[in-house]
C-alpha cells in the first residue's frame, strides 16, 4: 500500500512536514501550490529534501481549462514545473489539477466532455514534449454549472491521451451526486482517500473533507473497496492535522494486515 499525505509547498512548513513523514515512514507527498504564483515557492533546499520522497504536486485552483486565457497559464505552469521540479529519477512528474466549470448557455455533459478533449487537445503539442503527466481530478460539483465528474474522466482516459492521468477523490464523487457503489475508478492513477463528513449530503456538492478521519467516514465499505483495488497507486490522504493523518494511517495498517491474514 503506497500511503502518501498531503503538504503544504509553502518553505515555512515544509520542512517540518517532511520530517514527520520520515518519522512515520511516509515515503509519499502531495505538495499544495495553491496561490498560483510559483516564484514565491521554488527553494533549493526544498528541491533536495524532496528527492527521497515520490512527490505529486496538486495545484487545485491555477486554472479552468474551459477559459480561453488558459494556453499561455499553461506554457508558464509547464516551464516552472520543468525547471524547479522534474524528480531526479527522471519519471514524469505528476501533478492532479481540478478542471474548473463549464458555462455555457446550452451546457450538458456530452458538451462539457468535447469542450474538455478540445482544451487538451490545444495543449498536445507542449505537453508531449514535457515530461509532466496531468492528472485531472473529479469535481465536487456546483449547483449553477457542469464540471467532470468521475464518468466524465473515465470516459476522457479512455481516449488515451499518453500526458494525461485521471485523479480519483473519494468526498467529491459522494459530494458531486455519484452513486459511490457504481462508479468506476479503475483508471484512476492517483486517489485523494478523503473520508465523508457526517453533513456532506449526496448531491450537495460541499468539498470538505480536510477534518473527517477514515474510520468516521460515511460510506465507510465504499472507502474500503478503494482501498482494496489501489493495490501500489498513491492513496494520497488529503488531511492537515497530524492527529488525523495518523489516525488514517493506523486505520490503512490494520486494513493490511486484515487483507494479509484473512
Ligand atoms: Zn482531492
Given at each position: 500500500m503506497n500511503v502518501g499525505i498531503t503538504i503544504n509547498g509553502d518553505p515555512k512548513y515544509i520542512f517540518d512536514d517532511l520530517e514527520f513523514c520520515r518519522q512515520n515512514g511516509i515515503k509519499t507527498v502531495q505538495l499544495i501550490l495553491g496561490n498560483g504564483n510559483p516564484s514565491l515557492l521554488f527553494n533549493d533546499q526544498m528541491y533536495g529534501e524532496l528527492q527521497e520522497f515520490e512527490y505529486i504536486f496538486h495545484t487545485?485552483?491555477?486554472?479552468?481549462?474551459?477559459?480561453?486565457?488558459m494556453k499561455p497559464k499553461m506554457k508558464n505552469y509547464l516551464l516552472f514545473l520543468e525547471k524547479c521540479w522534474?524528480?531526479?529519477?527522471?519519471k514524469p512528474l505528476k501533478c492532479v489539477s481540478h478542471v474548473g466549470a463549464y458555462k455555457h448557455k446550452m451546457a450538458n455533459v456530452t458538451r462539457m466532455r468535447f469542450a474538455l478533449v478540445s482544451a487538451l487537445s490545444t495543449f498536445n503539442p507542449m505537453m508531449t514534449s514535457s515530461n509532466i503527466e496531468l492528472c485531472l481530478e473529479n469535481t465536487a460539483g456546483s449547483m449553477s454549472s457542469f464540471s467532470p465528474e468521475t464518468s466524465d474522466l473515465d470516459w476522457i482516459s479512455q481516449?488515451?491521451?499518453?500526458?494525461l492521468g485521471f485523479c480519483f477523490d473519494t468526498e467529491h464523487a459522494y459530494a458531486a451526486g455519484e452513486d459511490v457503489n457504481r462508479?468506476?475508478?479503475?483508471?484512476?492513477?492517483?486517489?485523494?482517500?478523503n473520508g465523508i463528513p457526517p453533513?456532506?449530503?449526496?448531491?450537495?456538492h460541499l468539498d470538505r473533507?480536510?477534518?473527517?478521519?477514515l474510520r468516521k467516514s460515511k460510506e465507510v465499505k465504499f472507502i474500503n473497496k478503494v482501498i482494496e483495488y489501489a493495490e501500489d497507486k498513491p492513496l494520497v490522504?488529503?488531511?492537515?492535522?497530524h492527529d488525523v493523518v495518523l489516525d488514517d494511517i493506523e486505520f490503512l495498517k490494520n486494513k493490511c494486515r486484515i487483507s494479509k491474514n484473512p
Amino acid at each position: 500500500m503506497n500511503v502518501g499525505i498531503t503538504i503544504n509547498g509553502d518553505p515555512k512548513y515544509i520542512f517540518d512536514d517532511l520530517e514527520f513523514c520520515r518519522q512515520n515512514g511516509i515515503k509519499t507527498v502531495q505538495l499544495i501550490l495553491g496561490n498560483g504564483n510559483p516564484s514565491l515557492l521554488f527553494n533549493d533546499q526544498m528541491y533536495g529534501e524532496l528527492q527521497e520522497f515520490e512527490y505529486i504536486f496538486h495545484t487545485p485552483f491555477w486554472f479552468s481549462f474551459f477559459s480561453l486565457k488558459m494556453k499561455p497559464k499553461m506554457k508558464n505552469y509547464l516551464l516552472f514545473l520543468e525547471k524547479c521540479w522534474l524528480p531526479e529519477n527522471g519519471k514524469p512528474l505528476k501533478c492532479v489539477s481540478h478542471v474548473g466549470a463549464y458555462k455555457h448557455k446550452m451546457a450538458n455533459v456530452t458538451r462539457m466532455r468535447f469542450a474538455l478533449v478540445s482544451a487538451l487537445s490545444t495543449f498536445n503539442p507542449m505537453m508531449t514534449s514535457s515530461n509532466i503527466e496531468l492528472c485531472l481530478e473529479n469535481t465536487a460539483g456546483s449547483m449553477s454549472s457542469f464540471s467532470p465528474e468521475t464518468s466524465d474522466l473515465d470516459w476522457i482516459s479512455q481516449k488515451r491521451i499518453p500526458w494525461l492521468g485521471f485523479c480519483f477523490d473519494t468526498e467529491h464523487a459522494y459530494a458531486a451526486g455519484e452513486d459511490v457503489n457504481r462508479l468506476n475508478y479503475w483508471n484512476a492513477d492517483i486517489i485523494h482517500l478523503n473520508g465523508i463528513p457526517p453533513y456532506v449530503l449526496r448531491g450537495g456538492h460541499l468539498d470538505r473533507h480536510s477534518w473527517t478521519p477514515l474510520r468516521k467516514s460515511k460510506e465507510v465499505k465504499f472507502i474500503n473497496k478503494v482501498i482494496e483495488y489501489a493495490e501500489d497507486k498513491p492513496l494520497v490522504l488529503e488531511r492537515y492535522d497530524h492527529d488525523v493523518v495518523l489516525d488514517d494511517i493506523e486505520f490503512l495498517k490494520n486494513k493490511c494486515r486484515i487483507s494479509k491474514n484473512p
